[in-house]
């Protein structure tokens, strides 16, 4: 097939932001039920929902019945094994104090994005980013093309001087095509600019409806002879397939706002001359990527 890569439309999830456990905070104001004890003190389903969340990764691959079991069962070896390390002192260590602050700010960040800045993305301004999107975006067409892909030239003339007395395309394409989509008569569905490579999308979109190429095309792929079977204006994607990646950019902005307001208004030192350098490169980068225009497409 004649693809180029391509970007994926609207949105790039920063990865702070990316990170993030959306719902993982009031997914545990339920009842309080105790579901087993150990040693004495008890194991709640608060608790057992809490360890589902952080744990769930481990959990994915099995089936949905099996993953509160699991969980349960993870749960009473951290206890067990938790309570030994206490005996042992290791609560007390320098090194488990600073990983348990690190730990408590962490939890801290999630809550304040989920209660502060998540609250702020709401259906109705999700919706206001997609109607201010699809309105900036610039009508363009798109086409739906066959193509019988050949080794060589001289292969790609026989096939336009079949073509050229009568020759049924998809019946050639399926007998001669080297490419993926032989069997269904070389059909590529519909594309629009950008999705191929530029030789031959400059070639196909040249083409009038019902027409076949005159001259052979050359690309990587090898040498096409196209067929144009319709145009149309191209259909923007809708609501409901963009609205997941548009509230993750709202989120993103809102994000990144936030911490620049928090940051502009913050006593911020880095002593290592080294280090301070490095992160204001990567200040900057964070910096150019946010003043990039989404695009929709």
Known sequence: MP????????????????????????AFAQEDKVLANVNGKPVTEAELQL??????????????EQRRAAALSALIEIRLLSEEAEKKGLADETEFKQRMELLRQRALHSAFIEKDIASQVT????????????????????????HILVKTKEEADAVIKQLDEGGDFEAIAKEKSTDGAAAQGGDLG??????????????????????HSKEPVQTQFGWH???VEDKRPKTPPSFEQVSPQLRSLLLREKY???????RDGAEVEITDPALKTAVEQIDNAEGAAEGEEPQAE
């Open 3 to 26: 693809h180029s890569s391509r970007r994926l439309p609207i949105v790039r999830i920063g990865a702070a932001v990316a990170m993030i456990a959306l719902g993982s905070v009031h």
């Open 51 to 64: 360890a589902m969340a952080d744990l769930g990764q481990q959990f994915a691959q099995l089936p949905e």
């Open 123 to 146: 259906d109705e301004a999700v919706r206001a980013r997609y109607d201010q999107e699809i309105a900036a975006v610039e009508p363009e067409n798109e086409i739906h093309a066959r």
């Open 190 to 211: 519909y594309f629009g600019s950008g999705q191929m490579v530029p030789d031959f999308e400059k070639a196909a979109f040249a083409l009038e409806v019902g027409a």
């Open 225 to 227: 002879v196209i067929k």
């Open 256 to 262: 990144f706002e936030t911490v620049k307001t928090m």
